[in-house]
Nanobody, 121 residues
Framework: QVQLVESGGGLVQPGESLRLSCAAS????????IGWYRQAPEKQREMVALIYSNSNTKYGDFVNGRFTISSDNAKNTVYLQMNSRKPEDTAVYYC???????????????WGQGTQVTVSS
């Protein structure tokens, strides 16, 4: 079973940058993707960015080029560089790992505990 530990959250002012990290440990099946979701108060959890096993990336529509996801496979770590932060980016950011369940066609999803990011002046 995989464990995901996020770090790097905190309070930033609008326009400032922040980088989140997620360290993965433990055993997994074939990894499909790893990345980030976020959930603001009273809103549904939404996809921020994913990086797939073929290195393709996918971003939420609201990102508009402000965020960049990357990974360091040697460290089993995925990063989210967030620039030009806006108050509406305030949310709990969750690391996620999607892995194949062999022989089923299904996907198993793991989540980290989340890290709070607040954008406020």
């Amino acid at each position: 079973q995989v464990q995901l530990v996020e770090s790097g959250g905190g309070l930033v002012q609008p326009g400032e940058s922040l980088r989140l990290s997620c360290a993965a440990s433990g055993n997994t099946n074939e990894v499909i993707a790893i990345g980030w979701y976020r959930q603001a108060p009273e809103k549904q959890r939404e996809m921020v960015a994913l990086i797939y096993s073929n290195s393709n990336t996918k971003y939420g529509d609201f990102v508009n080029g402000r965020f960049t996801i990357s990974s360091d496979n040697a460290k089993n770590t995925v990063y989210l560089q967030m620039n030009s932060r806006k108050p509406e980016d305030t949310a709990v950011y969750y690391c996620t790992l999607q892995e194949d369940v062999p022989g089923t066609g299904l996907m198993f999803v793991s989540w980290g505990q989340g890290t709070q990011v607040t954008v406020s002046s």
